[in-house]
T-cell receptor
Framework: NAGVTQTPKFRILKIGQSMTLQCAQD?????MYWYRQDPGMGLKLIYY???????DKGEVPNGYNVSRSTTEDFPLRLELAAPSQTSVYFC??????????????FGEGSWLTVV | QKEVEQDPGPLSVPEGAIVSLNCTYS??????FMWYRQYSRKGPELLMY????GNKEDGRFTAQVDKSSKYISLFIRDSQPSDSATYLC??????????FGAGTTVTVRA
C-alpha cells in the first residue's frame, strides 16, 4: 500500500517557468489537498477537492491551479513560477474527518526552489 | 489574529523529561483536534486525535482539550531522542479541512 505518492521530490525552476507537481493516492479517499509549508509558518492550504471533478480554493491559491479528473490523482500546476513559490509542497488525502481515527495522510513532500 | 496559535519553541529537553506543547485557537466552531508529528524532510503523521474536552492518553502521550478556554496541549512523558521532531497542532470545524498551528520543534538530548 503506497499511500500518497508525490513527484518530483526536488525541483529547481527558473522565474517564469511552469511545472506540475504530481500526486496520487491508492486509499480511495474522496478528499485530497495541496498544502505548502514555509519555515515557521505551518501548513497553508492551497487547493482541495472533495471528489472527482470538484475543486476549491484554500487559503493561498494565487499562482496555482489544480484538476481532479479521477479519484486517485490530484496534480498541482504552477504557472509563471515566482520566488515566493519557493517552498515545500505536500499532497494529502483523507476520508471524512468526523470519525475518530480518520485523518489526513500526507505524502513525503516536494521541495521546490524558484531562482 | 491567527485562527490557531502554537507556542513557537524550539524546545530542548534532556532524555526522560516531560515535554509540554500548547496551542490556542479563536474559532469556536472547531470540533476535532489533532496532533501531528513531523520528522525532518518527511510529511506530518497523526499522533493523537480528540473531539471532546478532557484528557486522552496513548502510551507516553497525553492530549488535553479545554474547549471553554480554547486551549489544547500535548504532553510527552519519559521523552526519548526518537521524539525529536516538529509537532503540529491541527483543528477542524468540518469533515475535510484542517487548520494547522505553525509547529514547535522539539529536541530531546541523550
Amino acid at each position: 500500500n503506497a499511500g500518497v505518492t508525490q513527484t518530483p521530490k526536488f525541483r529547481i525552476l527558473k522565474i517564469g517557468q511552469s511545472m506540475t507537481l504530481q500526486c496520487a493516492q491508492d486509499m480511495n479517499h474522496n478528499y485530497m489537498y495541496w498544502y505548502r509549508q514555509d519555515p515557521g509558518m505551518g501548513l497553508k492550504l492551497i487547493y482541495y477537492s472533495v471528489g472527482a471533478g470538484i475543486t476549491d480554493k484554500g487559503e493561498v491559491p494565487n499562482g496555482y491551479n489544480v484538476s481532479r479528473s479521477t479519484t486517485e490523482d490530484f496534480p498541482l500546476r504552477l504557472e509563471l513560477a515566482a520566488p515566493s513559490q519557493t517552498s515545500v509542497y505536500f499532497c494529502a488525502s483523507s476520508y471524512s474527518l468526523f470519525r475518530e481515527g480518520n485523518t489526513i495522510y500526507f505524502g513525503e513532500g516536494s521541495w521546490l526552489t524558484v531562482v | 489574529q491567527k485562527e490557531v496559535e502554537q507556542d513557537p519553541g524550539p524546545l530542548s529537553v534532556p532524555e526522560g523529561a516531560i515535554v509540554s506543547l500548547n496551542c490556542t485557537y479563536s474559532n469556536s466552531a472547531f470540533q476535532y483536534f489533532m496532533w501531528y508529528r513531523q520528522y525532518s524532510r518527511k510529511g506530518p503523521e497523526l499522533l493523537m486525535y480528540t473531539y471532546s474536552s478532557g484528557n486522552k492518553e496513548d502510551g507516553r502521550f497525553t492530549a488535553q482539550v479545554d474547549k471553554s478556554s480554547k486551549y489544547i496541549s500535548l504532553f510527552i512523558r519519559d521523552s526519548q531522542p526518537s521524539d525529536s521532531a516538529t509537532y503540529l497542532c491541527a483543528m477542524s470545524a468540518n469533515d475535510y479541512k484542517l487548520s494547522f498551528g505553525a509547529g514547535t520543534t522539539v529536541t530531546v538530548r541523550a
